[in-house]
Nanobody, 121 residues
Framework: QVQLVESGGGLVQAGGSLRLSCAAS????????MGWYRQAPGKQRELVAV???????NYADSVQGRFTISRDNAKNTVYLRMNSLKPEDTAVYYC???????????????WGQGTQVTVSS
């Protein structure tokens, strides 16, 4: 089993910044991609940003240029730096990791418990 523990959410004014962290632990041989998703009330969960084990990144258009995703492979941790936050960024943010638990094993998809980010206008 693999656990993802998120931290760093909170309340911030528009234009402010936050940094989210997500640490993976448990039965980990390697981690393929790690990413962040978010879900606002009444909306579907959407991709925010993803980073591969090689460091390639992809962002949603709505956060491009404002958010930066990074990862520390040695710590199995992914970060999301969020700048110039807007009220529409308000959502529960979920960490995601695609984990291989044994050599030549399958990839499993894991989710964190979610952390609330609220941006006031």
């Amino acid at each position: 089993q693999v656990q993802l523990v998120e931290s760093g959410g909170g309340l911030v004014q528009a234009g402010g910044s936050l940094r989210l962290s997500c640490a993976a632990s448990g039965s980990i041989f390697s981690i393929n991609a790690m990413g962040w998703y978010r879900q606002a009330p009444g909306k579907q969960r959407e991709l925010v940003a993803v980073v591969t084990s090689g460091g390639s990144t992809n962002y949603a258009d709505s956060v491009q240029g404002r958010f930066t995703i990074s990862r520390d492979n040695a710590k199995n941790t992914v970060y999301l730096r969020m700048n110039s936050l807007k009220p529409e960024d308000t959502a529960v943010y979920y960490c995601n990791a695609r984990v291989i638990s044994t050599a030549w094993g399958p990839i499993y998809n894991y989710w964190g418990q979610g952390t609330q980010v609220t941006v006031s206008s």
